[in-house]
């Protein structure tokens, strides 16, 4: 390990699985470094062993999300001057996600999430039709496209108490998607999908006090399809379409 000059950043990193512990490592600190740069730093520089994941470092993979600080947050955009405190940091996997190794976290349930809410195009519309065209000023076109931009990230979902207190709520990834795809006008599989979100695991869970809104990296709003999609299933259920 490095020695700790007034330039260095103390670092405390998860290491091992569930029952891991926190390893302490000394990088040194540069203008503009983000905490996945540290981590980088980490694993080519002090010990190789270090399991991360990332890929694109702009922003638009979604795969390098990790708690710092505390916090669940994109690494490859947050900028260890925002976010270190006393020239320390902690950097821990996502929470509510298992543990593959170090700061790596198994992804299934929160994709498998997405499957379950129905977060599939289903089209009726073959190779031989004409496109299907959606004015870009229609009401339900603003809506899928306010909620469109998700890189899948799963800090919403790391930051959603429900999802640690209910684990199989589906959580505000999952039924963002879902209310893109409610809201667009070619998808026939709209009754299945309603179906799927209305349930007891489903956007009803949701205490709207927006966690996942405040922490999004894409500055989406999964509180506002929630809710959304518990006003379109409160009215299916009154036309006794649910
Ligand atoms: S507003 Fe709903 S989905 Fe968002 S963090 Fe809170 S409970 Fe979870
Ligand atoms: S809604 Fe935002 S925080 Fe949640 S997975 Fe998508 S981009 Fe990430
Ligand atoms: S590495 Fe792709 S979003 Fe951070």
Not at 9 to 33: D, I, K, N
Request: hydrophobic fraction near 40%; proline fraction near 4%; charge should be positive.
């Amino acid at each position: 390990m490095t020695s700790v000059t007034a330039t260095t950043l103390r670092v405390r990193v998860w290491r091992g699985g569930e029952r891991g512990e926190f390893a302490a490592y000394a990088v040194p600190r540069h203008q503009s470094q983000t905490v996945l740069d540290v981590v980088t730093y980490i694993q080519r520089r002090l010990d190789p062993s270090l399991a991360y994941r990332f890929a694109c470092r702009v922003g638009m993979c979604g795969s390098c999300a990790m708690t710092v600080n505390g916090v669940p947050r994109w690494t490859c955009r947050t900028h260890v001057a925002q976010v270190a405190k006393a020239d320390a940091l902690e950097i821990a996997p996502l929470a509510h996600l298992p543990i593959v190794r170090d700061l790596v976290t198994d992804m299934r349930d929160f994709f498998d999430k997405w499957t379950r809410a129905s977060g599939r195009f289903t089209g009726a519309r073959t190779r031989h039709d004409d496109f299907a065209r959606v004015s870009p000023a229609s009401r339900e076109r603003v809506a899928a496209d306010a909620g469109i931009e998700c890189i899948g990230c799963g800090v919403c979902y790391a930051a959603c108490d429900v999802v640690r207190w209910r684990p199989e709520y589906l959580g505000p990834a999952a039924l963002n998607r879902a209310w893109t795809l409610a809201n667009d006008t070619r998808d026939v599989g709209q009754r299945e999908r309603l179906g799927a979100v209305a349930g007891d695991a489903g956007c009803h869970a949701c205490h709207t006090q927006g966690s996942c809104a405040e922490l999004c990296p894409k500055h989406l709003a999964p509180t506002a399809g929630i809710a959304g999609l518990k006003r379109l299933a409160a009215r299916a259920a009154l036309r006794g379409d649910l």
